[in-house]
């Protein structure tokens, strides 16, 4: 069973950091894109972060940009979102998700055929 697991999720104050990370069991995504999407309230889930198979590319929405790092271990089968510098704006729920195919960017969330439950981060002072 393939299973994609997100922690890292939290109450945090603006300006301040989390770290969230996904595990990945049941395949080997190693080949595959992995990205982290976002879903607030009333609003369409949309793609934050993106990283190819060998993170030789990245791809960030601009409303992250420079804020936040997406990085993967395919040793580990993991991979994380460092967000640092949070907004209210960046409250959501998170979720992991892996690319359809091997060896293919993709940059919408049509893309993506496996995802984790999410995890909820809340910016609030």
């Known amino acids: 069973q393939v299973q994609l697991v997100e922690s890292g999720g939290g109450l945090v104050q603006p300006g301040d950091s989390l770290r969230l990370s996904c595990v990945t069991t049941?395949?080997?995504?190693?080949?595959?894109?992995m990205a982290w999407f976002r879903q607030a309230p009333g609003k369409e889930r949309e793609l934050v972060a993106a990283?190819?198979?060998?993170?030789?590319?990245?791809h960030y929405s601009p409303a992250v940009q420079g804020r936040f790092t997406i990085s993967r271990d395919n040793a580990g089968n993991a991979l994380y979102l460092q967000m640092n510098s949070l907004k209210p704006e960046d409250t959501a729920v998170y979720y992991c998700?892996?690319?359809?195919?091997?060896?293919?960017?993709?940059?919408?969330?049509?893309?993506?055929?496996?995802w984790g439950q999410g995890t909820q981060v809340t910016v609030s002072s």
């Open positions: 998700a892996a690319g359809k195919a091997a060896r293919n960017f993709f940059y919408t969330a049509e893309g993506y055929g496996y």
């Open positions: 049941g395949r080997d995504f190693s080949s595959h894109t």
């Open positions: 990283i190819s198979w060998v993170a030789k590319l990245t």
